[in-house]
């Protein structure tokens, strides 16, 4: 996983601590899919930093014995619940640092069922762990479809979702088009042209700043922060 400041360091010691006990809990580990940025960053499938763990749940789970062992878990380590959803497993933990450093790591385990998602055992050698993960090509179509899931849902933009669908189509990754149908009720090429005209009308070079900032290496975020726009709506058109 990329780290751009030291005081970030912190942080990704915590977030590898929280993943190594799920990942050694039998119950948690045999119930949970790994996903998202972190997973993304420690397959070395992206380049930036990301701040939170994201899961998917295992259908049928039971998500009451699932929340006691998170919360064994975060006592263990001597974190505090800051917020907690009592309709999800989302957690918000708080641990110990510095004045006005990062201190808040949040945990997303989602009963959200995707048929088409798939999944593989993944090595993570930064923890010498072995992991559920979704594939690359799941990652990268759940990526495409979270910057329209987004703004739905919570009326945001992430630009940290348009940096990694960049990535991922510079480093030739592909997608599971089954996915998008299945979230969106469209085809990838419909749905490419909505994404288009969606990031030419919403994504604005102070959202991109913003958002970025914190999570590229100073060098990286000035080389993308003016082009990264225009690109990845070339790379969409070309995927038309």
Known sequence: MIVNRQADIIHKVHLLRVLTKIIDNPILSQSLYFKGGTCASMQNI?????????????????EKVLRSEFHKIFKKLDYTISQESKVALE???????GPNLRNTLKID?????????????????EIGRTINCQTKETIFANKLV???????KHKSIACRDIYDIHHF????????SEIIIERTG????????????FIDQKVTQQLIDQDLNT??????????????????????????
């Open 46 to 62: 992206l380049d930036r930093f990301s701040v939170d763990l994201d899961f998917d749940v295992k259908s049928k789970s039971d």
């Open 91 to 97: 957690f918000f933990l708080k641990y110990k640092n």
């Open 109 to 125: 385990a989602l009963n959200f069922q995707v048929k088409s998602n798939l999944y593989a055992p993944i090595f993570l050698p």
């Open 146 to 152: 979270a910057v329209k899931d987004r703004f739905n």
């Open 169 to 176: 189509f510079m480093i030739g990754l592909n997608y599971r």
């Open 186 to 197: 469209l085809s990838p090429h419909k749905y490419f042209e909505y994404l288009i005209n």
């Open 215 to 240: 999570l590229l290496p100073l060098d990286s975020f000035n080389k993308i922060r003016k082009i990264l726009k225009s690109e990845t709506i070339l790379f969409l058109q070309n995927n038309i």
